[in-house]
């Protein structure tokens, strides 16, 4: 059996390589290293696959999420609600703008915000909502959308983890997840979805005026050559990242196939579990499967009993993650905020309970039945 890893970023590579190679090359050979044709090539064919208005690529998710918030001109102290149940990049950058952030609970069932928990969070100092497509699953849009159609607020998706993803309405309209929002965020970190070979970003929005103000400021303010209109950032993809994105890009749904068929094997091997809860799937999104992510209940403990699993599976040579051991409340970084919410009893309890298993394009079922094998003997022995 070839050896699990939680992330086989070298096998998906490998079955690409001499596209991949050849399109570096291109890129080395034309010195285009900023701001190549490959560059505007991948936001035009991303802005395609996405069925949206317009991408800006720029250096990596956490800029993405920060330069959506800069364009929106909110204030020092205004308010921006966002799960606490999240990868620290997206509350950091509301904090990082000077901006408070207000942790909302998810749902236990999708991982991702919860609407019912929305409202009452809402304050006159409420400008945005960052819902995040944690795992790969969408959180439910239509809800969150028609909250902020009430209240006159901004939408941004955290959308790194769960690019490709499709949202159906009850009309039956489909889109995809990322644009449905204001704005769409999004990482090509080496191991999401759609990876770079290094660090990668991009917005996405339908908003003519959002685009180019975003654009702007991924550029300095500039507007046009050496004519600094408001305070932005250097964030920029560079061309090599681009080329390769462009030809992984034409893969991504191929690369969410040999997710979700790793996830069903997963799913047969722990249907009907007692102690293992394997991922929800609403009916109104299809899940991309950025992890695979089961809930485990039992023991005296449930996070002891989790933490045991996660040693046993190492002990056979299975990676397994915590994604994520301690949620943004809980964080120091945020220690000085009076949040409203540090009582947050299902974010806890998820904290305590979630555990992440090897999850990528390549896994065989050899693999997969090992993996799925000792899961299922840790709790039988
Ligand atoms: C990866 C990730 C980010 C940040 O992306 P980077 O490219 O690493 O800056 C933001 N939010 C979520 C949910 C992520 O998973």
């Not at 094997?265 to 991309?288: C, L, V």
């Not at 051991?325 to 949040?339: D, E, N, S, T």
């Amino acid at each position: 059996m070839r050896p699990i890893q939680m992330v086989d970023t070298k096998t998906q590579y490998q079955k690409i390589k001499s596209q991949v190679d050849q399109a570096v090359l291109q890129v080395m050979d034309s010195s285009g290293f900023i701001n190549g044709k490959a560059v505007q090539d991948f936001a035009f064919n991303l802005a395609s696959y996405l069925t949206c208005k317009h991408t800006i690529p720029c250096a990596n998710g956490t800029d993405a999420l920060q330069i959506a918030m800069m364009a929106l001109d909110l204030q020092p102290g205004d308010e921006v609600i966002t799960p606490s149940f999240t990868y620290i990049a997206t509350t950091e950058v509301i904090a990082l703008l000077r901006l408070t952030p207000v942790f909302a609970e998810v749902d236990p069932r999708t991982f991702c915000i919860d609407p019912s928990s929305l409202e009452k969070l809402i304050t006159p100092r409420t400008k945005a909502i960052v819902p995040v497509h944690l795992y790969g699953h969408a959180a439910p849009m239509e809800e969150i959308m028609a909250i902020a159609k009430k209240h006159n607020l901004y939408v941004i998706e955290d959308n790194a983890q769960a690019i490709g993803s499709d949202y159906t309405f009850p009309d039956g309209r489909k889109k995809k997840t990322g644009t449905i929002g204001h704005i769409g965020a999004t990482s090509f970190y080496p191991s999401k979805n759609l990876g770079a070979f290094g660090d990668g970003g991009a917005l996405f929005t339908d908003d003519d005026a959002l685009a180019a103000k975003m654009k702007m400021i991924a550029n300095h303010g500039q507007s046009r050559q050496y004519y600094f209109d408001v305070v932005g950032c250097n964030s920029r993809l560079d061309t090599i990242q681009a080329a390769i994105l462009d030809i992984k890009l034409k893969h991504l749904d191929e690369y969410i196939v040999a997710r979700t068929t790793a996830a069903d094997f997963y799913d047969k091997g722990f249907s009907n579990h007692p102690s293992i809860t394997p991922p929800y799937r609403a009916n109104y999104s299809r899940h991309a499967f950025h992890q695979y992510t089961i809930l485990v209940e039992g023991g005296n403990n449930s996070a002891t009993m989790r933490n045991e699993l996660k040693d046993f599976l190492a002990g056979h040579k299975i990676p397994a993650m915590i994604y994520y051991p301690v949620p943004g409340h809980r964080q120091k970084m945020f220690a000085h905020f009076q949040l409203s919410t540090r009582d947050m009893p299902t974010t806890d309890w998820l904290t305590e309970r979630v555990i992440s298993l090897p999850m990528h394009t390549e896994l065989d079922e050899e693999q997969l039945q090992f993996i799925t094998g000792k899961v299922l003997e840790y709790f039988n022995r």
